[in-house]
């Protein structure tokens, strides 16, 4: 009995975690965190937030990953729609889904 309990605690993590959103480009192994920005809007009823956040190094130093998790675990989106990984620079547009806000946790390492 504990052992099917412990199995359907496992299989809803294991979902739960799967239907975040998450954005996870490049690689965070062996960089150095460089910039660390938490998005957190609320919600309007019946309509989808839309939010860009930017990244530039004055330093000009080259971009090893980015992550931008999705703290809520919403059917948002998060994409880069300019530079990223190889570029000195970022754009990140984050899109929640109808009705919900956007809680997400930006993090740029070089």
Known sequence: MKCVLALSVFVVIAISSCLASDLIIGT???ARLAWQHKS???GI???KR???VFYSDPGQQIIKGIIARD???TSGSATVTAGGVGFSFANIRLKSERGSGLNYQ???YV
Do not use: G, L, T, W
Request: proline share 6%.
């Open 71 to 73: 703290i809520d675990h």
């Open 106 to 108: 930006i993090e740029i």
């Open 45 to 47: 009823p019946f309509k």
């Open 40 to 42: 957190d809007y609320m």
């Open 50 to 52: 839309v939010k860009e």
């Open 28 to 30: 965070s192994y062996n």
